[in-house]
């Protein structure tokens, strides 16, 4: 506003002064939207120009491919908002619950199998928990530790061999089920993400692992008991992940230790691309949902492109460096 | 500041004295390596709960031999681990001590592995490479030390085999071309659209068979075009999506076939057309392996054809090679080649190709 | 000599003692010594060959341990450098891809220090979490090592020279060992006598105070992330050269050994804390528990099951969270005292 004489210059006081320009709310906005902007734009013009993208069968691949990945990074999202970086003892847990689902079921049935790979979790769960919750060591280091552990411990025990499922049983008509485009898999994904986000969003254990993850300290002298809640976030990893590995069984019908390879960076991707802050403290499972799916949609999207694995890789990195660097961008224009 | 820094000399010369003390015992007890090497089997033996295979193969058997085996796999993969077994249990007839590792196909993992082969002075080194093309200084390092190596699984390069006293195993890129001359025959000359699922990125494994599917079909049978192609990285699930993406690219009308580098993804395949309501028995459908996944499909029909890849052979032979080096070599490089059984509906029954893995 | 003065606020009891015990909890390096030393003795009783062919081991070493100084750099100042596996594994591709050695090598130290730029930019201009930025890079240039190698491992051409480098220079140590060493020396001497690397310590313990300071923080973290990226190219470089050929899928178990070695070593994720030196032992720990393992020839599992252990002792046992574990114990104790004491109204 310039005005053209000082004195004169009754300096007409809008009541938008006090508040942001609007180019930057509009910015805001996009920020946190824009994970599902951008899903939205990219799944209207795939659907528009990608040749069987919008097919039945493609819809449930992409399904197929988010399901396994989305259990386990939807549980893992409780240990990246309590600002423990990652859990890399997913890979292990993942292959233990594949293996367990299908090497145990079929010698001692589906409900032992479920028992087993529950305890298991929740030994993963406090071990990691408690190295880094009442040890206060670095969680890299800790779930890297119990992978080797865990991994080991899993070849030792099952030898390294790879199992296979029978036909027609219920892991297998499971795995097979679907209900339109959306898979039995994909269906157990959604809901999970909805337990979890209520978890997250409306339970004192949520609501504690998002302010111990924005402030130790002040959580602490809030009376947040910090063991509970990283114990807890561990466990729901690992529970998580024992989930994930059972819907990759049930998908495969077969189980080897070798099949979770690369999902700890891969789910870690999917809940960055969401939106969720690997700082800590804020987050939401519902968004690692919506990440998982982009992912996804990006990969299936190269495949039907017919673009070779480096192509992928080298588009999913940009795709995650793009992603934060908008969301950063935009954060600073609104600041 | 100032009364930081002795303190910080202090420290640093007492760590310094004690990695020398360490390296000082060290020496003076260089000269018991030999029988220290051997107690330490038992030893370590202990504190590995329980773990009766490595006593055997250490404290309790004293080995005429001593051979390390530098494997890129182990109980990682399932072939590894049916391969492992058999070599195990030749080389504790045999009388040969077995050192084993797991590079877990990391070419500069098991270089470090082999540095640390060398330095134990084996009679024997055999090598499963992780990367054909990166082996050369390990098999040099080898010949200077006076180590005899031995290979296994899959061959070093053609220009490095003179390095090398034996080889044993399959022939990965024999194995792409046996499955394309499936392909080749059971196509008959028809124009054929395929899709291609191959092994992990970067394996040498996975290179060498598409090399040899790819090579046979282009000159042996030109009707068989590759529509598209992308990594089933060996698993049942990511091929299975991956066959089910590259249907709905290329589109499941123009599709008559399809080749996956092994029998886990040619499964993932096969699932991936029954959830799309092919039949799969309409389609040419080839792959390598014959294992406890793919033989059933044999039978059953869904799979046309696969070659036999027998583990146990595998693991025994590198042992019997290494044993026959170690007892009279010095003669021609000795090459024992696994034969590529062709596995049809045919012969899917016979007990020669009873699967191992 | 023990006058009140000096006595205040320490405990009482025999200097010698008390100096070792607060030498032993407040230096970020002594539990990688302690570390070093029982794995050592270990090594000693159990697989003396581990120091009796001690070049094969220091290879190890040397490849642990070449990453983990690059990473040093960054890690001090309270970011991460995720992409170093990759960046290996691309400046090999490239360097294995051009025909002249030397102008090879200077190709892949020139993308190794633009890679470096990039991730710092990511972080320092964008504004990202540089965890994310290098992740990002990590799965970017995998990508790129692909696609330039076509997918399969590339030979250098000069097979003889690659084949000569690996084999000892000066006396039992081959080159890589001596470059380690030489990388080892520089960067100790940047972070403690250089200002600009002593400032690395200022930007990570406290980054607004560092600012203030003066420090000029941004030009600082680029330094970080270039002097990473440069270490890594060499590494690459290095590893190119010993295999003769370049594999794009190379540097993965680099990547956890390289992070596991430097906090082994007491380097603090939040920057601020920790030592070259400190990377130095940690990565010696890990060279000699792997290659002792190896030569026990104990199963494979049960081998990743004792390095998974050793670590995961290894990390909970930092003083600090000794010390933490003791806080709690007592406060829970203490706690439960007072529940039975009866409160009297005051």
Same mark, same amino acid.
């Given at each position: 506003m310039t005005a053209s004489n000082v004195e004169t210059?009754? $300096?007409?006081? !809008? =009541? #938008?002064?006090?508040?942001? $320009?609007r180019s930057a709310v509009v910015t805001g906005w996009l920020a946190d939207r824009g994970i599902f902007v951008v899903t939205a734009v990219v799944v209207v013009l795939s659907a528009i120009f990608v040749d069987g993208f919008a097919s039945l069968d493609n819809i449930t691949d992409v399904f197929n491919r988010a399901a396994p990945i989305g259990i386990v990074a939807a549980g893992m999202t409780f240990v990246v908002i309590s600002a =423990?970086?990652?859990?890399?003892s997913v890979v292990a847990q993942v292959a233990t619950g594949a293996v367990v689902l299908i090497g145990v079921s079929n010698s001692r049935g589906l409900v032992v199998a479920v028992l087993v790979a529950a305890v298991i979790a929740v030994i993963y769960g406090a071990v990691n928990g408690i190295a @880094? /919750?009442?040890?206060?060591?670095n969680a890299v280091i800790v779930t890297l530790s119990t992978t080797f552990i865990g991994l080991g411990l899993l070849r030792w025990a099952s030898g390294g061999s790879i199992y296979f499922g029978s036909e027609g049983t219920l892991i297998r008509r499971f795995g097979t089920f679907e209900i339109g485009p959306f898979p039995l898999s994909m269906i157990a994904l959604v809901l999970i993400a909805l337990l979890l986000e209520f978890v997250l969003n409306r339970t004192t254990f949520g609501f504690a692992v998002k302010s111990f993850g924005s402030n130790p300290a002040a959580a602490r002298l809030a009376g947040v008991d910090t063991a509970r809640v990283v114990i807890g976030a561990f466990t729901f990893s690992a529970f998580g992940a024992m989930l994930g590995g059972f819907v990759l069984g049930a998908f495969s019908n077969t189980a080897v230790s070798a099949m979770s390879s690369g999902y700890d960076f891969r789910a870690l991707a999917a809940i960055i691309v969401g939106g #969720? !802050? @690997?700082? /800590? /403290?804020k987050g939401s499972v519902l968004r690692t949902l919506l990440g998982v799916v982009f992912v996804s949609i990006l990969t299936n999207l190269m495949v039907l492109s017919g673009l070779g694995f480096g192509y992928q890789q080298m588009a999913i990195g940009g795709l995650i460096v793009v992603a934060v660097s908008v969301d950063a961008l935009a954060r600073k224009a609104t600041r | 500041m100032k009364l930081e820094q002795p303190r910080m000399q202090r420290f640093k010369l007492g760590m310094i004295l004690l990695m020398v003390g360490s390296l000082i015992l060290a020496a003076c007890g260089s000269d018991d390596a030999e029988s220290d090497a051997s107690d330490s089997g038992d030893e370590s033996s202990s504190s590995s709960e329980g773990d009766d295979e490595a006593m055997e193969d250490d404290g309790a058997m004293e080995g005429e031999y001593n051979v390390f085996a530098l494997l890129p796999q182990g109980t990682d993969q399932p072939y590894g681990t049916t391969y492992l077994p058999p070599m195990e249990a030749k080389a504790a007839e045999l009388g040969i001590s077995l050192t084993i590792t797991n590079s877990q196909y990391d070419a500069d993992k098991q270089a470090s592995e082999c540095e640390t082969a060398v330095a134990a002075e084996p009679d024997l080194i055999i090598l499963w490479p992780a990367v054909a093309d990166t082996v050369r200084p390990c098999l040099e390092a080898a010949k200077d030390a006076g180590i005899p190596v031995t290979v296994t699984n899959s061959d070093v390069k053609a220009e490095d085999a003179d390095l090398t006293a034996a080889y044993s195993g399959p022939d990965t890129y024999g194995q792409g071309v046996a499955s394309a001359e499936l392909m080749c025959e059971l196509t008959g000359g028809e124009e054929t659209g395929i899709i291609m699922i191959n092994g992990l990125t970067g394996n040498t494994t996975a290179i060498d068979r598409e090399a040899g599917f790819e090579d046979t079909i282009n000159e042996q049978c030109p009707n068989v075009e590759i529509l598209a192609r992308q990594p089933g990285n060996w698993n049942k699930d990511e091929s299975q999506i991956a066959a089910s993406e590259m249907i709905t690219a290329v589109g499941a009308e123009n599709i008559q076939g399809v080749y996956a580098a092994d029998d886990t993804m040619v499964a993932g395949a096969i699932d991936a057309l029954k959830a799309r309501d092919l039949d799969p028995a309409d389609l040419v459908i080839t792959s390598i392996g014959n294992t406890f996944l793919g033989n059933p499909l044999v039978v059953s029909g869904e799979l046309d054809g696969t070659v036999f890849q027998s583990s146990s052979w595998d693991g025994e032979h590198a042992i019997t090679v290494a044993h026959e080096v170690l007892t009279g070599g010095g003669g021609e490089r000795i090459v024992e080649f696994m034969p590529s059984v062709k596995v049809t509906a045919d012969n899917a029954d016979s007990p020669e190709v009873a699967p191992e893995w | 000599m023990t006058s009140d003065a000096e006595v205040i606020g320490t405990k009482s009891g025999s200097r010698p003692v008390e100096r070792l015990r607060r030498l032993i909890t407040r230096r970020p390096e002594s539990r990688a010594v302690i570390l070093l030393a029982i794995v050592s003795l270990g090594a000693i009783i159990l697989e003396p060959l581990v120091f009796t062919a001690y070049s094969a081991t220091l290879g190890r070493i040397a490849l642990i341990g070449l990453v983990a100084l690059g990473l040093t750099a960054v890690i001090l100042m309270g970011e991460l450098d995720l992409s170093v596996a990759s960046t290996l594994a691309v400046s090999g591709v490239v360097m294995a891809s051009i025909d002249s050695l030397p102008g090879g090598i200077l190709v892949a130290l020139i993308v190794g220090v633009c890679i470096g730029v990039a991730n710092a930019f990511f972080v320092?201009?964008? +504004?990202?979490?540089s965890f994310i930025a290098t992740l990002g890079m990590l799965f970017f240039l995998r990508g790129l090592a692909f696609v330039i190698s076509d997918e399969q491992p590339v030979r250098i051409a000069n097979i003889d020279a690659g084949i000569a480098f690996g084999k000892p220079l000066i006396g039992d140590f081959t080159p890589r060992m001596l470059i380690f060493l030489a990388v080892f020396v520089v960067m100790h001497v940047f972070t403690t006598r250089v200002r600009v690397g002593r400032e690395f310590y200022a930007v990570g313990g406290n980054r607004t105070a560092a600012y203030d300071a003066g420090i000029p923080v941004r030009r600082r973290i680029f330094t970080g992330f270039m002097i990473s990226g440069f270490v890594a190219a060499g590494a690459g470089a290095i590893n190119t050269l010993e295999r003769t050929a370049a594999d794009p899928t190379s540097g993965s178990t680099v990547l956890l050994s390289s992070f596991a070695a430097a906090i082994i070593g +007491?380097? %603090? %994720?939040? +920057?601020g804390r920790g030592s070259v030196l400190g990377t130095l032992l940690g990565a010696a720990s890990l060279g000699i528990l792997q290659v002792g393992l190896t030569h026990s020839a104990v199963q494979v599992d049960v081998q990743n099951i004792v390095i998974g252990a050793v670590l995961f002792v290894a990390v909970i046992s930092d003083p600090a969270s000794v010390r933490a574990v003791f806080e709690r114990v007592r406060i829970a104790v203490r706690s439960r005292r007072h529940q039975q004491t009866p409160v009297t109204s005051a």
């Open positions: 210059a009754a $300096p007409s006081r !809008s =009541n #938008t002064d006090n508040l942001a $320009p =423990n970086y990652l859990d890399l @880094v /919750g009442v040890f206060k060591a #969720t !802050s @690997v700082f /800590g /403290g | - | 320092v201009v964008v +504004g990202i979490n +007491g380097i %603090l %994720l939040t +920057g």
